[in-house]
Structure formats: structure tokens, C-alpha cells
């Protein structure tokens, strides 16, 4: 179901950072699991990084040391840091979140970035 909230999206210049931000519903689930993925225009959605139980992180081979995923407990909030952005980064991102049996997922926030 719907219900996260994106923010930290918006403009950037080649090899800038932005760091978007995802607020949960209620306290983070130690066994939650959690991903940003993002779908760029005539493009499918992928998968960017996700986060499992016990802190356990995958990145797409394409963001790989360039981003990183991290949640804070005590805000309920999790994120995405970008460095080091590029054109081919372009996209609205997307994040979810799974716990319990029920998952949960934000309308988008977009991300631009001129070379």
C-alpha cells in the first residue's frame, strides 16, 4: 500500500550529491526490509540498493561506491545518499519498505542531473 513520503529529490549538476530520505509508518522492524529503486523516462524500474535484516546492503552494479543506503531507527526514516552523480542517474526514485507482511511504497521524487 501507499503511504511513504520521499523527499531530498530535485537538480544537480555531474558529480554532485543529493541524499533522499524515506519516512516509515511506525518504528523500523529489525527484520524490515527496505529499497530504493528508480525508473528513468522509456525506461523499466530497477532496483538500487536495498537494505535486509541485520543491516545486510545490495547495490546495483551501477551505483556500487557511488551510493549507499542507511536507516535511522530512532526518526524511522531511511535513505539514500548519492555521490558522484550522473546524467544516467536521471530518474524518479522510489522507496519501499516491507515488514510483517505488509509493504508499503512511495509515489516518487525526482531526481535530475545535467552534465
Known amino acids: 500500500q501507499a503511504g511513504l513520503v520521499e523527499s531530498g529529490g530535485g537538480s544537480v549538476q555531474s558529480g554532485g550529491s543529493l541524499r533522499l530520505s524515506c519516512g516509515v509508518p511506525g518504528s523500523i522492524d529489525s527484520g524490515a526490509f527496505m529499497a530504493w529503486s528508480r525508473q528513468a523516462p522509456g525506461k523499466q524500474r530497477e532496483l538500487v540498493a536495498s537494505?535486509?535484516?541485520?543491516?545486510?546492503?545490495y547495490y546495483a552494479d551501477f551505483v556500487r561506491g557511488r551510493f549507499t543506503i542507511s536507516r535511522d531507527n530512532a526518526n524511522n526514516m531511511f535513505y539514500l545518499q548519492m555521490n558522484s552523480l550522473e546524467p544516467e542517474d536521471t530518474a524518479v526514485y522510489y522507496c519501499?519498505?516491507?515488514?510483517?507482511?505488509?509493504?508499503?511504497w512511495g509515489r516518487g521524487i525526482q531526481v535530475t542531473v545535467s552534465s
Open positions: 537494505m535486509h535484516s541485520g543491516g545486510i546492503t
Open positions: 519501499y519498505y516491507k515488514t510483517s507482511g505488509v509493504t508499503y
